[in-house]
Antibody, heavy 117, light 108 residues
Framework: EVQLVESGGGLVQPGGSLRLSCAAS????????MSWLRQAPGKGLEWVAT????????YYVDSVKDRFTISRDNAKNSLDLQMNSLRPEDTAVYYC??????????WGQGTLVTVSS | EIVLTQSPGTLSLSPGERATLSCRAS???????LAWYQQKPGQAPRLLIS???TRATGIPDRFSGSGSGTGFTLTISRLEPADFAVYYC?????????FGQGTKLEIK
């Protein structure tokens, strides 16, 4: 059974940094593209970033480019999202998900990031 | 940039009725890269349909997807109480992934 468990969320001041992690199990992690998505309180879903299976290709939504970095460690079955220069509009539940041909087929339960002074 | 517009914003129906949810793209998209998700309060989204019409593993056959080009539809043939949720369509291209704003399916 696919399991994705996010961690690292919390309260951070505007301009601060936070690193999210996603621990994966139950599937061959190194074979899958992986993504981060988010959902602001009471709002819809937004894709944030994707990495290919070996981590050499990454893609970002325009609003986080140059601030967020997605990375993975296939030896540890883990996915990270380094978030710098955080803004109040980055407040959201952040989900990690497996991605297969652009479809997000398994999701974690999410971790809440709150950017506020 | 492709924009996905879902309608209606809210759909009020009774159990046993048929639900038809629409997703319209701002330009023609490949149906291979059109998906639908269901999200219940406090839960992560769940993949329902990929490739516009292929049900994901474990999704009951009362859920069906159709469409091509700029217009796509998610149909739930006979609503059950567990089906009342928010539904999102989503498109993929090489450099970005885009969601519609969602349709809330509520009990009438």
């Amino acid at each position: 059974e696919v399991q994705l468990v996010e961690s690292g969320g919390g309260l951070v001041q505007p301009g601060g940094s936070l690193r999210l992690s996603c621990a994966a199990s139950g599937f061959t992690f190194r074979s899958y593209w992986m993504s981060w998505l988010r959902q602001a309180p009471g709002k819809g879903l937004e894709w944030v970033a994707t990495t290919n299976n070996d981590g050499r290709k990454t893609y970002y939504v325009d609003s986080v480019k140059d601030r967020f970095t997605i990375s993975r460690d296939n030896a540890k079955n883990s996915l990270d999202l380094q978030m710098n220069s955080l803004r109040p509009e980055d407040t959201a539940v952040y989900y990690c998900a497996t991605e297969y041909w652009g479809t997000f087929d398994s999701w974690g339960q999410g971790t809440l990031v709150t950017v506020s002074s | 940039e492709i924009v996905l517009t879902q309608s209606p914003g809210t759909l009020s129906l009774s159990p046993g009725e048929r639900a038809t949810l629409s997703c319209r793209a701002s330009q023609s998209v490949s149906s291979s890269y059109l998906a639908w998700y269901q999200q219940k309060p406090g839960q992560a989204p769940r993949l329902l349909i990929s490739g516009a019409s292929t049900r994901a593993t474990g999704i009951p056959d009362r859920f069906s997807g159709s469409g091509s080009g700029t217009g796509f539809t998610l149909t739930i043939s006979r609503l059950e109480p567990a089906d009342f949720a928010v539904y999102y369509c989503q498109h993929y291209d090489t450099s970005r992934r885009t969601f519609g704003q969602g349709t809330k399916l509520e009990i009438k």
